[in-house]
């Protein structure tokens, strides 16, 4: 067994849920050497977060976004800690539900993703900036 | 160190939270020569996911099924991804907040868990169908 | 690549959310012989669980205490398993929600987090006493 490590950063996108896959694949071409393994994808973030959802449908993304900010609502009487506005708190308890981290499956140097599943960034901040993702893979 | 994966399908189950562990170790029986290890375990759709969390009172699992229910609500109005039923980005959403997989330690040819500690399939979808899932295992 | 774990039990700390990366690190020296690796991190119980987060204003914390205690409300008319008290099956969801491990990449015998990022044990049960983790590291 071997592993590598690459540490990148993503192109900065607006707030909200946005497909990676292509982008973080594009930074990890040793993947294509494993037979077997596991890609670990960490972000160094605490608020914003990945996760694995629905690849082809723009409107899932749009809905995840709406969803939580329902279900986090942006109102700074909730919190304490508001220094930094409205989206601050929020993002940090946005980033907790979702993870700051996937494992998935690698073979036949590819994901072993099912058809529908993509890698997205959840970007919590209204200026979220250019993220930093460190990508590990073990196997053979 | 090596690794072994193995994919495979579980038997299909009904809407809801249903306790897998016996059935995942069934198809995983190289775990036994683990001396210390890391299980994978991933499931490869959008509108299901896996937790761990209490085996024993089934009533657990019921509460589960209504927590989500409540919290991430039937109503089409609010989403707008609805193509395959009112189940759909419910589904999706619920997926994300419990994952898309599970990590759990491996000592002595067995699951370093908790005594109260089993394998969930959360079923988002009325009509899910069989799942696929992918366990690999690391370790020595 | 080399794999080593240890178990060990963190100090108990009352009902909410708390930083242990500290705590955490103190059980693991060795992580300091890994060139390049990951760190697994479980927690062998139902009603805590771990995650990432901010690790510097304690109100984070605070924060994170209350709005789960909003969105997962401790009113056993809600539930069914309730034998241990208000504070059980809210336990078990939250801790769901939030996940029982953590997977972190390590680089020059080091978390390689980043710079506002911390290790949190979520205790979500009233009483919870001292809870029991697993550390498993793999890497070169």
Known sequence: MRIIQKSFTLNPR???F???TD???GHIPELAEFEIG???LFIKHTSASLTINENADPTVRQDFESFFNRTVPENNNLYKHTLEGTDDMTSHIKSSLLGASVSIPVNSGKLLTGTWQ???LCEHRNHG???KLVATLTGN
């Open 23 to 25: 982008e973080v694949l």
């Open 129 to 131: 900036g250019a993220r």
């Open 118 to 120: 993509g890698i997205y």
């Open 38 to 40: 596991l890609l670990y």
């Open 18 to 20: 946005h497909l990676i």
């Open 14 to 16: 607006p707030r909200g």
